[in-house]
Nanobody, 124 residues
Framework: VQLQASGGGLVQPGGSLRLSCAAS????????IAWFRQAPGKDREGISF????????YYAESAKGRFTISRDNAKNTAYLQMNSMKPEDTAVYYC??????????????????WGQGTQVTVSS
């Protein structure tokens, strides 16, 4: 049972990246999926989640209007599309899964599974 985050890399300011979060050993559709990020020296920050059952989405202010979370149940994979990226988006990005339908964006307590993280660097 695991989550595998991928898709990070180096992108210029204003560019785009799409992160993937592939689940194995369990059905992603049964879980609410979230993306978090952690920059050096900072706490882990919740960015967005997509709820189980009805795919309702929620975004932190830092992500609104620029990031889009989605899932493809046939591929058992969730995504984070990031557009208009800024240097302050530089961080290690993690996906997580919980059985809570509307878990909020705190990184503590309720997350059943975590991906291993993928580095995103926004720099010219």
């Amino acid at each position: 049972v695991q989550l595998q985050a991928s898709g990070g890399g180096l992108v210029q300011p204003g560019g785009s990246l799409r992160l993937s979060c592939a689940a194995s050993g369990f059905t992603l559709d049964d879980y609410t999926i979230a993306w978090f990020r952690q920059a050096p020296g900072k706490d882990r920050e919740g960015i967005s989640f997509i709820s189980s059952d009805d795919d309702k989405t929620y975004y932190a202010e830092s992500a609104k209007g620029r990031f889009t979370i989605s899932r493809d149940n046939a591929k058992n994979t969730a995504y984070l599309q990031m557009n208009s990226m800024k240097p302050e988006d530089t961080a290690v990005y993690y996906c997580a899964a919980t059985t809570w339908r509307f878990p909020g964006l705190s990184p503590v307590g309720i997350w059943n599974y975590w991906g291993q993280g993928t580095q995103v660097t926004v720099s010219s």
